[in-house]
C-alpha cells in the first residue's frame, strides 16, 4: 500500500528526491515517516510529516533533508541535498495513526518495500 520510488546511484553533492505513493486507503490524515538502513546496520528514523505538515528530522540529516507531502495526491516525499556516500542505504516510506510525528518506528503501521540510494565517492 505503500510505494517508494525515487531511489538510484548518486555523486557525492548531489541530490535525490524520494517519493512514496499510497494506495489502498487514504493517508491524507496519517502521519508519514522515511527511515533508512545501510549495510549491516539498524534500520533508523530520518524524517517524518503529520497530516498538518508538522515536520520533525533525526538530527544527523537537518538541514539536508526536506520531507513534504502532497495530501491530494496521497503522496509524501524526501528532498535530499548534498548527499554523501555514508547516506548510502536503502530508504522506507511508511505510516503511521498516531495524529503526532514520531520517530519510533513501532508507532507505524505501514511500511513501504524501500528504495536504494547509492553515493558514489
Known amino acids: 500500500q505503500l510505494q517508494a520510488s525515487g531511489g538510484g546511484l548518486v555523486q557525492a553533492g548531489g541530490s535525490l528526491r524520494l517519493s512514496c505513493a499510497a494506495s489502498g486507503r487514504t493517508f491524507s490524515t496519517y502521519t508519514m515517516g522515511w527511515f533508512r538502513q545501510a549495510p549491516g546496520k539498524e534500520r533508523e528514523f530520518v524524517a517524518a510529516i503529520s497530516w498538518s505538515g508538522i515536520s520533525i528530522y533525526a538530527d544527523a540529516v537537518k538541514g539536508r533533508l526536506t520531507i513534504s507531502r502532497e495530501n491530494a495526491k496521497n503522496t509524501a516525499y524526501l528532498q535530499m541535498n548534498s548527499l554523501k556516500p555514508e547516506h548510502t542505504a536503502v530508504y522506507y516510506c511508511?505510516?503511521?495513526?498516531?495524529?503526532?510525528?514520531?520517530?519510533?518506528?513501532?508507532?507505524?503501521?505501514?511500511w513501504g518495500q524501500g528504495t536504494l540510494v547509492t553515493v558514489s565517492s
Open positions: 511508511a505510516a503511521s495513526n498516531i495524529p503526532t510525528p514520531s520517530k519510533s518506528r513501532q508507532m507505524y503501521n505501514y
